[in-house]
T-cell receptor, first 116, second 109 residues
Framework: DAGVIQSPRHEVTEMGQEVTLRCKPI?????LFWYRQTMMRGLELLIY????????DSGMPEDRFSAKMPNASFSTLKIQPSEPRDSAVYFC??????????????FGEGSRLTVL | QQQVKQSPQSLIVQKGGIPIINCAYE??????FPWYQQFPGKGPALLIA?????SEKKEGRFTISFNKSAKQFSLHIMDSQPGDSATYFC????????FGQGTELSVKP
């Protein structure tokens, strides 16, 4: 079974450029989460969707960040304009209804972003 | 927002030792409490989870202990191996998962 698929795996860009990270959740999962991981702040929840609808975006750091989920099999996280402090590993994760019962999220392998 | 406080930040043990990682929650009124394991270059993956109506759960060499009165959960790794070297996270459950800061475990041969 294919897991959560993220692209690109690595991205190096210059300050001010637009960055788009992509995620394909596991087929049949109806919840999708974007996390950011840094040494200083650990794993931070940025936003999550349920049935393609954004439920909680309180973790999105500022207006430069936006996320969309146009359908059940695709989501994007966009940073415009990017800044060096956005450098981090961005994870996408998905789950079925069972998250509330089992606590299981399925994570992708992450997109490592470096902003110069 | 539910907060989780995890300790220690890092841990080094010898092979065969029993590392213990602790997690404290503000609110225990949830259905389960999970621990995740993350290897370098990979995403976190669910390791083991416990329901609050039991005090202990074992899966292989991994054991969760739950102290409801103290609002604390602990992960014990019996007979630890170098392959257990990873970062471990506890998480606050609900409609979304809020993770602790993580514990970087190193098991020396």
């Amino acid at each position: 079974d294919a897991g959560v698929i993220q692209s690109p795996r690595h991205e190096v860009t210059e300050m001010g450029q637009e960055v788009t990270l992509r995620c394909k959740p596991i087929s049949g999962h109806n919840s999708l989460f974007w996390y950011r991981q840094t040494m200083m702040r650990g794993l931070e929840l940025l936003i999550y969707f349920n049935n393609n609808v954004p439920i909680d975006d309180s973790g999105m750091p500022e207006d430069r960040f936006s996320a969309k989920m146009p359908n059940a099999s695709f989501s994007t996280l966009k940073i415009q304009p990017s800044e060096p402090r956005d450098s981090a590993v961005y994870f996408c994760a998905s789950s079925f209804e069972g998250l509330a019962v089992t606590g299981e999220l399925f994570f992708g392998e992450g997109s490592r972003l470096t902003v110069l | 927002q539910q907060q989780v406080k995890q300790s220690p930040q890092s841990l080094i043990v010898q092979k065969g030792g029993i590392p213990i990682i602790n997690c404290a929650y503000e609110n225990t009124a949830f259905d389960y409490f999970p621990w995740y394991q993350q290897f370098p270059g990979k995403g976190p993956a669910l390791l083991i989870a416990i329901r609050p109506d039991v005090s202990e759960k074992k899966e292989g060499r991994f054991t969760i202990s739950f102290n409801k009165s103290a609002k604390q959960f602990s992960l014990h790794i019996m007979d630890s191996q170098p392959g257990d070297s990873a970062t471990y996270f506890c998480a606050a459950p609900g409609g979304k998962l809020i993770f602790g800061q993580g514990t970087e475990l190193s098991v020396k041969p």
